[in-house]
């Protein structure tokens, strides 16, 4: 029997269980052990970097698609080149292409919702939000970093957009609003250490130098011998995972089709109808309203 519970700062009445929960540890691939890798995703955020064609899409999808598939999980997505998350579109509360002005509005919107979660978590004694509250799950995913912090716009506004970044993934992880970005470009400018130290979770897929791989991992790891610029380009999923507090270890990520993406992203759209979570294609810009 599926538990209701209201919504504490709504007036929609929400599910609880007993479907997929962004509460549950996230399959993400296996080890080099073949055993499962599973994250905590809502307390944790995710950076997932490496050069074109190591599989970072792959990994990228399967949140997505984690994300889609789960009770009460809306999702929120910024893809310059509209194709990696294009198959998500139609289940976003926000869907955000080459257009910088409409990410710096959509990710303020979004601190707007943290910051009145931490509200109610404070008068209501609380430091994190749990599964039991109600609360939807918003999961934003940002694909290619880089164009919206060093390519599209103007300085000034990319600068916005990395300031109002670095803001959300900081208040995001108590508030269930985890952040999963991903770059092929693995610079400092793309990825400052004060952007990447706050991600609980790196993914480091093949790259060209051992410095590119610390600018994702951190710095040190590749002198002790953890640097993703050892991985076989034709060992396309492979990569280099640093969870919290531990040590990087090497997984393969799981692999979706496209065919496969669009199958679930197509079910899960379905799936999302009797819920009312699903937000028309059409007209999304003008009127969506982000869920707090």
């Known amino acids: 029997m599926t538990a209701i519970a209201r919504d504490p700062l709504g007036t929609d009445r929400v599910p609880v269980g007993p479907g997929m929960s962004m509460f549950d540890p996230m399959f993400i691939g296996i080890d080099e052990?073949?055993?499962?890798?599973?994250?905590?995703?809502v307390y944790h955020n995710l950076l997932v970097a490496g050069e074109p064609g190591g599989g970072k899409s792959g990994l990228v999808n399967v949140a997505a698609a984690t994300g889609a598939l789960s009770d009460n999980t809306r999702l929120v997505c910024f893809d310059a080149k509209l194709v990696e998350l294009g198959?998500?579109?139609?289940?976003s509360d926000a869907f955000i292409?080459?257009?910088?002005d409409e990410a710096i509005v959509v990710?303020?919107?979004?601190?707007?919702?943290?910051?009145?979660?931490?509200?109610?978590?404070?008068?209501?004694?609380?430091r994190k939000v749990s599964r039991y509250d109600g609360l939807?799950?918003?999961?934003?995913?940002?694909?290619?970093?880089?164009?919206?912090?060093?390519v599209l716009g103007t300085e000034a506004q990319q600068k916005e957009f990395s300031t109002l970044l670095r803001g959300l993934v900081s208040l995001g992880r108590a508030c269930a609003m985890p952040v999963i970005a991903a770059s092929q470009r693995t610079s400092w400018d793309i990825i400052p250490a004060s952007l990447r130290d706050l991600f609980?979770?790196?993914?480091?897929?093949?790259?060209?130098t051992t410095g590119s791989s610390d600018v994702i991992l951190g710095s040190g790891w590749a002198?002790?011998?953890?640097?993703?610029?050892d991985i076989n380009p034709e060992n396309r999923g492979a990569a280099y995972l640093l969870a919290e507090g531990g040590t990087p270890k090497r997984i393969k990520a799981a692999y979706l089709s496209d065919?496969?993406?669009?199958?679930?992203?197509?079910?899960?759209?379905?799936?999302?109808?009797?819920?009312?979570?699903?937000?028309?294609?059409?007209?999304r810009s003008a009127d969506w309203q982000m869920a707090a």
């Open 259 to 283: 065919d496969d993406i669009y199958s679930i992203a197509d079910y899960a759209d379905w799936m999302r109808r009797p819920s009312g979570i699903t937000v028309p294609a059409t007209g």
């Open 33 to 41: 052990f073949g055993e499962h890798v599973t994250l905590d995703v």
């Open 200 to 208: 609980g979770y790196r993914c480091a897929f093949r790259c060209t």
């Open 223 to 229: 002198e002790l011998g953890y640097t993703a610029s």
């Open 136 to 150: 939807s799950t918003i999961l934003t995913i940002i694909d290619e970093l880089a164009m919206f912090s060093t």
């Open 87 to 91: 198959p998500w579109r139609d289940i």
């Open 107 to 126: 990710l303020r919107r979004l601190l707007t919702v943290a910051i009145n979660r931490y509200q109610w978590l404070l008068a209501h004694r609380r």
């Open 97 to 100: 292409g080459p257009d910088l």
